[in-house]
Nanobody, 114 residues
Framework: QVQLVESGGGLVQAGGSLRLSCAAS????????MGWYRRAPGKERELVAS????????YYAVAMRGRFTISRDNAKNTAYLQMNSLKPEDTAIYYC???????WGQGTQDTVST
């Protein structure tokens, strides 16, 4: 069974940056497409970004383009989400998702203050 553990969330001021990590264990991370999702207060969960198994293809939701960068290190079984120029509307719980396998992490809270 795959386990995904997110880290790196926290409180940051608007305009600041955060880097989220998602450490995977128990599966074949290097062959799994990965994604970051988020759920803001009172809203549905939405896709933030995704990355193919070899890192060759990435996708970003429109609101994140130019500010967020998804990456992965298959040697470390870890996916990352670098978030820059954060806005209060980026406040949400961020989840790591093994798209190919269907597993989810427990989520990490990111709060952006004004």
């Amino acid at each position: 069974q795959v386990q995904l553990v997110e880290s790196g969330g926290g409180l940051v001021q608007a305009g600041g940056s955060l880097r989220l990590s998602c450490a995977a264990s128990g599966g074949t991370f290097s062959s799994t497409n990965m994604g970051w999702y988020r759920r803001a207060p009172g809203k549905e969960r939405e896709l933030v970004a995704s990355i193919s198994w070899n890192g060759g293809t990435t996708y970003y939701a429109v609101a994140m383009r130019g500010r967020f960068t998804i990456s992965r290190d298959n040697a470390k079984n870890t996916a990352y989400l670098q978030m820059n120029s954060l806005k209060p509307e980026d406040t949400a719980i961020y989840y790591c998702h093994a798209i190919s396998d269907g597993y989810w992490g427990q989520g990490t809270q990111d709060t952006v203050s004004t």
